[in-house]
């Protein structure tokens, strides 16, 4: 039905840079909303960073100024600019996107991929 792939994970130091990447396939008319989410162990998933559809971006306290979320209409893509890393970053990153399907709304999670901000 819908498939998404993240790529871009890895190991970082303190201080570094990583670029997550998701595309977007499958059947649906549009994406609407596209967010990035991370989840350390024993915690709660957390939005980290949302692009709206006409590209309005929001951002979590904790990344704002540091992490910049974009997305490619063309190509149903939504990547994430992760600068300044720190070790509190450290986890695993999903994909996320609101889909418009024919007669109602929908959501799909990418497989997750992880991010490890390590000396």
């Known amino acids: 039905q819908v498939k998404l792939v993240e790529s871009g994970g890895g190991l970082v130091q303190p201080g570094g840079s990583l670029r997550l990447s998701c595309e977007v396939s499958g059947s649906f008319l549009r994406v609407d909303a596209m967010d990035w989410y991370r989840q350390v162990p024993g915690k709660q998933r957390e939005r980290v960073a949302r692009v709206e559809r006409d590209g309005t971006p929001i951002y979590a306290d904790s990344v704002a100024g540091r992490f910049t979320i974009s997305r490619d209409d063309a190509k149903n893509t939504v990547d994430l600019q992760m600068n300044s890393l720190k070790p509190e970053d450290t986890a695993v990153y999903y994909c996320?996107?609101?889909?418009?399907?024919?007669?109602?709304?929908?959501?799909?999670w990418g497989q997750g991929t992880q991010v490890t901000v390590s000396s």
């Open positions: 996320h996107v609101l889909l418009v399907r024919a007669t109602a709304f929908d959501t799909a």
